[in-house]
C-alpha cells in the first residue's frame, strides 16, 4: 500500500518547536491509528496550486519504514511548461538520536516540456537504522512545489520481527484477526509486533530490490495470476535470492498452473499446513490452502463450522521462515569469522613516546636557548609553527609508511545458480583493515544491496556513521582511514551458462563441459537419484573435462563432499545461513557445487584500494545432464 505525508515548513525562531510538535502529534497518531490498522496508508500530489506549473504524486510502496532493504518511491511529475524541468530530491534514513547511522542521498529528475515522467528510487534502508526514532525523510525541490516532504516511520517502537507483504485480497480478510492474535501472544513478552504492507495491483514494482524488507510474501491464487508479469519475475528473482513465497490455493490441482520457472519440487520436510513446497534458486515457494477450501469441505461433509484456521497456519508458516529471511539481518553487529584473517592491529607506543618527548624538547629547551636565544627571542615566533609543521609532516610519513594509503583484508562469495531464470544470484561478505586512504568513494552496481556490519570488538570509531549514496555508487563511512569495516553485499547478474555432465555408461567414461565464464578449480556434483557424488578440478570454459567418483559408498562420499564445501566456506557466516540449496543441512540431488580458482571473476567490487588476502568464491546451481 502507497503512503504519502505532508508537511508544511515553519519560519523564524519557531521553527524547531514546530517541528517537535509535529513529530509528537505524528508518532501519537501511528500508535493510535496505524497499530491496529498498520497496512492502511494514501496517495496525495504534493501541495501544490491548482494553476501550478508542475503536478507531482509521491508514493511509497510500504505503509511503515521496513527494518532493512529498500523503501520504494515512485515519484511522477507532469510538466506544464514549455521548458524543460529539474527537479532535486534529497533523502536521509536514520534515526534522530545521537550515536546512531544515517544513510544519505540525493537524486536529479528532468521531465520535457508538457511532458510526464515516471521514476521509482530504491533507497537503501540499513539493518538498525530503522529502530525507535527512526524516520525516512524525502524532500523534493523544483518549481512550483510549496512543500515536497514525505515522512515515513517503523509501525512501532517495538521488535518487531515479522515484516509481511500480502495481497490486499487476503489481508482484507486476515489481517487484523492476525493483529489481535499476535496481540494476545506477545503481549507480556516485550513486543514482538506484526508489521508489513498490504500490496495492491495498482503500483507492484518490477524489481526484486522492492521485496529485499519482506521476511514472506502472501498471496491468493487470483491476486497471483491477477499481478503484471514483470512484477511477478521480479517476485520470482526474490526469491531465488532467498525469500519465501507463499500461494494460497483453493484446491491442490491449482498447484500445477503457477508455472513458476525454474521450480523444482522436492517431497521433503513440507511444514505441516502446507500442500507443498518447492524450491527455487536460494529460496522456497509454499502451496497452502484457502479458506474456500475448507467451507467446501465442510459442506460437502455436512459440517456446521469448517476447521479453517488460517491465522493459525499464517503464524506458524510465519515461525517456519523467518530465521532464513529476515532475521540473517535483524543485529547488524556480528562476529565474522572474516575478522580473524585481519589479525591484530599494534600500536608503537614506545616509538611515538620517543617521537613527542622530542618534540617537546625541541619546542621547549632547544627553542628557547638554541634557536631562539634571549637576544633574537622574536624568532620564536617563526620557529615555533616551523617545528609543530615540521613535526606534523614527519607525523604523516611515518603514517604513510607504517599504514600506507592501501588496505587489505577478506571476503567470501557464493553465489547460486538460477538457470531458467538466466540469473546469478550473489552473496559476499567482508571485512578489511584501511590505512590512511585519500579516496572513500566507490561504484557499485545500481541494482546491488549493501549492508554495514560491525566488527565486534574491532571498530575505533562509534557506530555514528553516514553513508552517503551517490548516483553511481557509495561514498561517506564505508571505509574509513585507519579503520576496520565489514560489509554483507547482493545482487543478481544476467547468467547465460551452466554445467553440462554426461554420466559414465555401459563401459564410456563421463564428460562434464562449463559453459560459464570463468575458470573452476573444484567442482562436486550430485547424481539426479542421489546415490553418487563425482568430483571434478580445473574445469576451464568451453573445454570438455572428465570427472571421478568421490567413493562409492553414498554415505562416505556425502560425508567427505560436505567436509570439503564447508572446508571452503569456513568464513562465510551470513552468506552460510542465506543456504545455497540448504547446503548446510545437506547436499540436493541433481546440483554442482564449485570453487573458483579467482574470486575476482565473481566478486561485487568495491574500494579498489584494497587487497583481499583471503578471497574465495563459491558457486552452486543445478546440473544439465545429457545422455
Known sequence: MSISFRVSLSQGGVRVRYRLALCFAFCISLLLVAAPQCLAGLSNTIATPANAPVEVTVESFHSSLPRHGFAPINITLRNRTSEEQTFQVVYEVGSKWAGRSTTK?????????????????????????????SVLELQLYGIGI??????????????????????????????????????????????????GTKIQPSWVPADWRAYVAFSSLWFSSKEWHELDSAARAAIEEWVATGG????????????????????????????????????LGSGKVYYLPSSAFFANKARAEGEKKTTDDFVGRFLAQCSTIKASSAQLFAEPTMGLPLRGVLGTYSYSFALMGLFFFLLVILIGPL?????APSRRRYLILWTTPLISVGASFLLFLFIIFRDGTHGEGGRIVMAHLVPAQKRLIIKQEQASRTGLLLGRKFLFPEDALIYPFTLSNASMKSDSNTYIKTHDGWAGDWFNARDMQGQYIQTSRPAHGGIRVTLPKAGKPGKIISSLDFIIETLYFVSPDGKSIYEATNIAPGIQGSFKQVDPDPMIARSKMLGAWKAFARYGEVTLQGGLGDVGSGLRDGFFYAKLEKA?????????????HTDIALIAGPVEFVE
Open 105 to 133: 542521498g540525493t537524486a536529479t529528475l528532468r521531465v520535457s516540456p508538457n511532458g510526464r515522467s515516471q521514476t521509482v528510487l530504491y533507497i537503501p534502508v540499513s539493518p538498525g537504522s530503522s529502530s525507535y526514532g
Open 146 to 195: 510549496r512543500d515536497g516532504k514525505l515522512l515515513l516511520t517503523p509501525e512501532s517502537g517495538s521488535s518487531t520481527q515479522f515484516f509481511i507483504g500480502m495481497g490486499s485480497e487476503l489481508a482484507s480478510q486476515y489481517w487484523n484477526a492476525i493483529v489481535a492474535r499476535q496481540h494476545g501472544v506477545y503481549s507480556g513478552g516485550g513486543g514482538s509486533r506484526l508489521d
Open 244 to 279: 519465501a513465497l507463499n500461494l494460497v490455493c483453493d484446491s491442490k490441482e491449482q498447484i500445477k498452473y503457477f508455472k513458476i520457472a525454474g521450480e523444482t519440487r522436492e517431497q521433503v520436510n513440507i511444514p505441516r499446513g502446507c500442500w507443498d513446497m518447492s524450491f
Open 367 to 371: 627553542n628557547f636557548f638554541v634557536f
Open 600 to 612: 575476482a571473476d565473481l566478486a561485487i567490487p568495491t574500494l579498489d584500494v584494497i587487497s583481499w
